[in-house]
């Protein structure tokens, strides 16, 4: 497919050890987990913050969640140096310096704890005062919090990371707005997203509902692809705007939630007395339900890609009919896979597991067969 083969080796290399140290992370954090439930250690900690509060539970909550959060981010915090900043610019894929990095790691710090915390504490809340019926209200939760994050992800998390502005004036413009017009879909503006800061990678994405919906192309996608390359980038997303898929995730995901909750109801009577705790909504049984909960995100995380590559597949054929020439489609590919390190072929077990996007070698056969 005339990916060079230099290319190809150094991608393989480069997934490879990204996929060791996802798997890392991942046993990493049950390992910790376990510890942490079965040495005693929640125990004696939960006690510890209750003597400070004086026993009142919301406060319980909110400092027993802070500190747990804060234990497991930093200690893990030197594998995620490790994948975020040296492995990237190892195989030269960002150019991010150390200050920026830092300075990034601490508005994540501050936005997952911040995000942890809150629904960490309602969920115990639900779980105590709902005891039955719990798992039907955290569903409905889990779901207006997707709305809302949808909604406020394009205006108030991104820019706290990445400059984002409307795409200027010009030819380039008003080619992709037509683009738009054409296709009869009220994506009233397209962004830009200043991400060369950080990566070397290019991307585009739609996100955002209602009113915050929009199409983000990268800076990093300006100086490398034609305005024809660029316009099948938009046609793509605008595939993902006119069949709903951000609807139809959320809807999707909601299902899975709704299941495991489900199932995590199975575990209230059996879970508690096998920890030695009151109920499932004991702040000492914690780690043991953020343990499920990972376990019950990996099993379901092939569910997941396969309905995402489904829709990757759907926002590709809607970008070849919109613009039907498979020659720029396949040259956008190619030069994607160049810039980003993609795996062009990854082994077929890699695909169906990690893989959100079909690989790029199936998405160039596919266009080629049309
Ligand atoms: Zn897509």
């Known amino acids: 497919m005339g990916v060079p083969i230099r290319e190809c080796a150094a991608a393989k290399s480069y997934h490879r050890l990204k ?130 994050v949808a909604k406020i992800f394009p205006r108030l998390i991104l820019p706290l990371f990445y400059p984002l502005h409307p795409l200027s004036a010009g030819p380039l413009k008003e080619s992709l707005v037509e683009l738009c017009a054409r296709a009869r879909l009220p994506v ?64 999707f995901n909601l299902c899975l939630v709704f299941l495991g909750f489900y199932l995590l109801r199975g575990f209230s009577v059996f879970l508690p007395r096998f920890l030695g705790t009151e109920s499932l909504a004991d702040l000492t049984g914690f780690p043991a339900l953020v343990f499920l909960s990972l376990v019950g995100g990996m099993i379901i995380l092939p569910i997941q890609n396969i309905f995402s590559r489904r829709q990757e597949r759907e926002a590709d054929r809607y970008a070849l009919e919109k613009l039907p020439n498979k020659e720029v489609f396949v040259s956008l590919m190619k030069k994607l896979a160049d810039q980003n390190l993609s795996d062009p072929d990854p082994d077929p077990w890699v695909e169906f597991f990690l893989y959100d996007h079909p690989s790029i070698s199936k998405r160039i056969r596919t266009a080629e067969s049309r």
């Open 188 to 251: 009233k503006e397209i962004y830009e997203l200043v991400i060369s800061g950080k990566t070397n990678k290019a991307n585009a994405a739609l996100v955002g509902i209602g009113g915050s919906r929009r199409i983000l192309l990268t800076d990093t996608l300006f100086s490398r692809y034609t305005p024809l390359e660029i316009q099948m980038v938009v046609a793509h997303e605008l595939g993902h705007h006119a069949h709903r898929h951000i609807f139809r995730g959320i809807g």
């Open 19 to 148: 996929r060791r140290l996802f798997f890392a992370g991942f046993a990493a954090h049950l390992l910790l987990l376990l510890i942490f439930q079965f040495s005693g250690a929640s125990m004696r900690f939960s006690r510890r913050v209750s003597g400070v509060t004086g026993g009142a539970e919301w406060a319980d909550a909110v400092v027993y969640l802070s500190c747990f959060f804060s234990l497991f981010y930093f200690v893990l915090l030197p594998l995620d140096f490790y994948s975020g900043f040296v492995v990237e610019r190892k195989f030269s894929l960002s150019s991010q310096t150390l200050a920026h990095w830092v300075g990034e790691e601490g508005k994540k710090y501050a936005l997952l704890l911040l995000f942890f915390v809150s629904t960490g504490s309602g969920f115990l809340f639900l779980l105590k005062v709902f005891p039955d019926s719990w798992w039907v209200y955290a569903a409905i939760a889990w779901l207006c919090l997707s709305l809302f």
